[in-house]
């Protein structure tokens, strides 16, 4: 297995439709390449950002082929979970023949398994697909959390390398820290309001959805966290406070897709069920983004310092 730095910025990138629905991959190479010029540490297409849930294996699959074609020196992180242990081996298959530098894997929903479920879950995949995994932990799309016990036994695995922390409880999230600093292993956070406070207890980065909007502010906020400056950090976590919030005023990607369109940078088109942000939030919505564009701060550059 080849491996690979889990520290810094990975924006969940979104999936451009056209008008009939379809993947307009133009689009999602030239998105892409925006992110990975902005300073981004890796890519992480066909998450729940990506919308898989309503993306044919065949499509899932082109979309990681065509976001590895578009860039040149990040990796790329294919989503590749299911609730069903043998499709999320298939699609994982699938995604490291295409050539994905490593796997997030959501841990299977709706069916709910015990712990014991889980464990044999991920290790099934780590043990056939010879590639960094990363189990990603988001109760309120799953309805089970991966208690702290469970994500210390898959971290013993030499595939599974990092832990996607969405449950929005900090405790939960340093105790997992505090339990595999002794192996190679990532806690990063799945929740760009909690990104800080992740950070903040020795987390290592972020898979974002604010970073697709604001890529550089979102790489200078976890580059100074993680150089240990704090105040400059705090900063920028206040100055995207506002964006954070807005974003998740619906279901995710309603409000980033809609953001999207606003700055120019794809298509607002969402695959049903998931519908077009309300109007009712997207005045607040174009406000933050023009405010963002106004206040612009002196970011560092993103690829200067060890982020």
């Known amino acids: 297995m080849t491996a690979i730095d889990l520290s810094g910025v990975f924006p969940a990138m979104c999936t451009p439709f056209d008008s009939d629905e379809r993947i307009d991959f133009e689009t999602l190479r030239t998105d892409a390449q925006r992110l990975e010029t902005a300073g981004v540490d890796g890519l992480v297409p066909v998450g729940s950002t990506g919308e898989s849930a309503t993306l044919t294996h065949d499509e899932h699959v082109q979309v990681v082929e065509a976001v590895i074609e578009a860039v040149d020196d990040v990796p790329v992180i294919a989503g590749t979970g299911s609730n069903n242990t043998r499709e999320a081996l298939e699609l994982s298959e699938r995604a490291a023949d295409a050539g994905a530098d ?55 695995h030499e595939n599974i390398v990092g832990y996607k922390a969405a449950s929005g409880d900090l405790g939960q999230i340093s105790e997992v820290v505090e339990r595999t600093r002794e192996e190679d292993f990532a806690v990063l956070s799945g929740d760009d309001g909690m990104t800080l406070p992740t950070l903040s207890v020795g987390g290592t980065g972020t898979i974002s959805v604010a970073a697709n909007i604001e890529p550089e502010r979102t790489c200078a906020m976890v580059g100074a966290a993680l150089e240990g400056d704090y105040e400059r950090a705090r900063e920028l976590h206040h100055e995207l406070g506002p964006l954070f919030r807005e974003l998740f005023v619906e279901t995710n990607p309603i409000p980033v897709k809609e953001a999207m369109g606003i700055r120019g940078y794809g298509p607002a088109r969402l695959r049903s069920p998931l519908s077009r942000l309300a109007d009712e939030y997207r005045e607040d919505l174009e406000a933050v983004l023009a405010d963002l564009e106004r206040d612009e701060t002196d970011v560092a550059d993103p690829a200067e310092g060890d982020r």
């Open 102 to 156: 490593g796997l997030l894997l959501i841990s299977p929903y709706y069916n709910k398994p015990e712990q014991r479920g889980l464990i044999e879950h991920y290790r099934t995949i780590a043990d056939a697909v010879d590639l960094p995994q990363i189990v990603y932990n988001v109760p309120s799309r799953t309805g089970r959390n991966i208690e702290p016990d469970t994500a210390v036994e898959l971290a013993s």
